[in-house]
T-cell receptor, first 109, second 115 residues
Framework: AQRVTQPEKLLSVFKGAPVELKCNYS??????LFWYVQYSRQRLQLLLR??SRESIKGFTADLNKGETSFHLKKPFAQEEDSAMYYC???????????FGTGTRLTIIP | DAGVIQSPRHEVTEMGQEVTLRCKPI?????LFWYRQTMMRGLELLIY????????DSGMPEDRFSAKMPNASFSTLKIQPSEPRDSAVYFC?????????????FGPGTRLTVT
């Protein structure tokens, strides 16, 4: 079975401070990990995926297979980063995503 | 493209009534997903279709829930009879897939309230 754990339901960070949203997963095969984001009054949308190795809006995430983690990080938080963030998992060659329960990030001005 | 279209955006109904949620995927996409979002359980996959065929319905809570995709441009999720615990936001998403996980594009969701 595949499982995604996001231990923090709520996270508040001051503007300019570093941000880290935690994600741990459980999967027996070769995983593919994603971060999706939902800004206020907008649709849920893909933020980044580990195979792309991109930095989107200043966010990065590294897949750590040893620790089975895919934490989302940003060195300096901005107010527009306030949103709901979901970590998602699937297996290579599989299109079914398993989402975590989400973390609501609030950036304090 | 207007993206994934869902209707209605809000639905309030009484317990025991039938509810039908509708989804129009992005043109050209071949996979369609139905999710339910609640505070307690987050985003749960209910069912997904590939090329109009249901592939995995293991997330459908019980027989009261059913989903169809009669053609590539339309899908429905039906709850009959509805119960208060079905209250949630239901999302539809579509993607263009070819043997792997590709970006899913989400609709705006339908907020269902069952009283």
């Amino acid at each position: 079975a595949q499982r995604v754990t996001q231990p923090e339901k709520l996270l508040s960070v001051f503007k300019g401070a570093p941000v880290e949203l935690k994600c741990n997963y459980s999967y027996s095969g070769s995983p593919e990990l994603f971060w999706y984001v939902q800004y206020s009054r907008q649709r849920l949308q893909l933020l980044l995926r580990h195979i792309s190795r991109e930095s989107i809006k200043g966010f990065t995430a590294d897949l750590n297979k040893g620790e089975t983690s895919f934490h989302l990080k940003k060195p300096f938080a901005q107010e527009e980063d306030s949103a709901m963030y979901y970590c998602a998992l699937t297996g290579v060659g599989n299109e079914k995503l398993t989402f975590g329960t989400g973390t609501r990030l609030t950036i304090i001005p | 493209d207007a993206g994934v279209i869902q209707s209605p955006r809000h639905e309030v109904t009484e317990m025991g009534q039938e509810v039908t949620l509708r989804c129009k995927p992005i043109s050209g996409h071949n996979s369609l997903f139905w999710y339910r979002q609640t505070m307690m359980r987050g985003l749960e996959l209910l069912i997904y279709f590939n090329n109009n065929v249901p592939i995995d319905d293991s997330g459908m809570p019980e027989d009261r829930f059913s989903a169809k995709m009669p053609n590539a441009s339309f899908s429905t999720l039906k709850i009959q009879p509805s119960e208060p615990r079905d209250s949630a936001v239901y999302f539809c998403a579509s993607s263009l897939t070819s043997g792997g996980a590709y970006e899913q594009y989400f609709g705006p969701g339908t907020r269902l309230t069952v009283t």
